[in-house]
């Protein structure tokens, strides 16, 4: 599965036709992107005990032409492995969590270079997966969370991101701090909340027409008490004048081992440009 993967996006980079300076239009690597876009993920989940988790998700997101605010929509069919004897029902599929998503951006600064923006953002997630076969979470959860943008350079941006999540309800999520089920038991525990610190590098290579990204998170449970420890590559291109594709590879680094790797393939289609507030 991870082969297919990786291949299909090579090959998609390696014949399309690329259009000089798309790359700087449509930011796709900017985590507080509110550009009206559809998206396309498919993600790999490798857990400690061999158990996985697969997701294609579909979403779209629709950006208010001022440039400052973006409403969003994703629904994911979701394929989980569970490598233990779960009576007949250790490999299925069906429809994850739906998520919802609002960006908004209270400041904007009008020139280039130095700290560009600071936006706000509101993740609801919806229990409409079934949370027994591994497929969601089993409750509604909360991630609000803020994003500096800042530009030292023009092809050099750093985007330091803090988030919390929480969960109305006890919950079955322990593989990691996204609300991603746990494989390892089935079994509600207790709510969810976590806080994430993150701090992702990008540099953009305008000539290539792509980036490369370097995301370093540090995530913490109240509950368990615990942290996790994730290093994230981040690897995209331009593949057409509104359409990009990135490969992101997430490493566990250190803290309570549950998720091991995680293999994100993404691909976005752009509806326009918003203009600039």
């Known amino acids: ?13 390696g014949f399309s036709a690329f259009s000089q300076g798309q790359i700087f239009e449509h930011r796709m690597y900017d985590p507080a992107n509110v550009q009206s876009r559809v998206a396309l993920d498919f993600d790999s989940y490798y857990f400690v005990a061999d158990n996985k988790f697969f ?11 001022n440039g400052r605010h973006a409403f969003g929509l994703s629904i994911p069919l979701v394929h989980s492995i569970f490598n233990a ?3 007949g029902y250790e490999n299925t599929t069906g429809i994850g969590d ?9 400041y904007v600064k009008k020139t280039p270079l130095g ?11 919806a229990p409409t997966g079934n949370a027994d ?11 609000p969370g803020v994003i500096f943008s800042v530009q030292p350079s023009p092809a050099f941006s750093v985007y330091p991101e803090v988030r919390f999540q929480f ?16 494989l390892e038991n089935p079994d509600k525990d207790e709510k969810l909340q976590y806080i994430t610190l993150a701090l992702p590098f990008t540099y953009v290579m305008d000539d290539w027409n792509g980036w490369v990204s370097m995301n370093t998170e540090y995530a913490y449970t ?18 057409g004048k509104h359409s990009a594709a990135g490969l992101h590879i997430t490493k566990f680094i250190a803290g309570q081992p549950r998720l091991e790797t995680l293999v994100r393939v993404k691909f976005n289609f752009f509806i326009g440009v918003n203009k600039k507030s």
């Open 115 to 125: 700290l560009e923006r600071v936006s706000c953002y509101l993740d609801v997630t």
């Open 167 to 182: 969960s109305g309800t006890r919950v079955n999520s322990r593989g990691g701090a996204d609300g991603v089920p746990d």
């Open 98 to 106: 739906i998520r919802m998503s609002y960006m908004g951006a209270p």
């Open 222 to 239: 109240f509950v368990e008490e615990t942290y996790f420890l994730f290093l994230r590559f981040d690897f995209g291109r331009m593949i």
């Open 133 to 143: 076969l591994g497929h969601g979470v089993g409750s509604w959860l909360y991630k």
């Open 85 to 87: 004897d779960f009576a």
């Open 55 to 65: 997701v294609a998700r579909a979403g779209f997101y629709y950006g208010i032409p």
């Open 1 to 13: 599965m991870r082969r297919i993967i990786v291949t299909w996006f090579i090959s998609g980079i």
